[in-house]
């Protein structure tokens, strides 16, 4: 006797091709979602992160500023202080020499006034 081979054959209907394709874009859809979804959250937390870091800059600078000012009113202050403290001593100075010749000074114009070195120098 003679045995028959049946070959089994598996063949793809149309269909069948048809549905593969359309699960297989599904797929497709479902993942480019996904994608877009992840990458609109990470666009939203880098928008974030970077309005935090812009904040965070402009905070530092207010106080970076704001230290500078207070050095350079403090150094300005001691600068005051030391140019106060200058005059102070040369208008001593300048008092002590003055009355050296302050009644020379009184006399010089007394005579002037009354025409008396005038009549002096005559």
């Known amino acids: 006797m003679k045995q028959k081979v049946i070959e089994n054959v598996d063949e793809i209907k149309p269909q069948q091709s048809l549905e593969t394709i359309l699960k297989m874009e599904i797929e497709m859809a479902e993942k480019i979602a996904e994608a877009k ?12 992160s970077t309005t935090v870091r812009k904040t ?3 905070e530092d600078a207010r106080k970076e500023r704001d230290s500078m000012l207070k050095k350079g009113v403090a150094k300005a202050e001691k600068e005051a202080v030391e140019h106060v403290a200058n005059a102070k001593v040369e208008a ?4 002590q020499v003055g009355e050296k010749y302050e009644d020379e000074a009184a006399n010089n114009v ?7 070195q005038k009549q002096e120098e005559k």
């Open 37 to 48: 979804e992840l990458a609109d959250h990470k666009i939203t937390d880098t928008q974030n």
């Open 56 to 58: 965070q800059i402009i």
């Open 92 to 95: 001593e100075k300048f008092v």
């Open 110 to 116: 007394l005579k002037f006034i009354f025409g008396t």
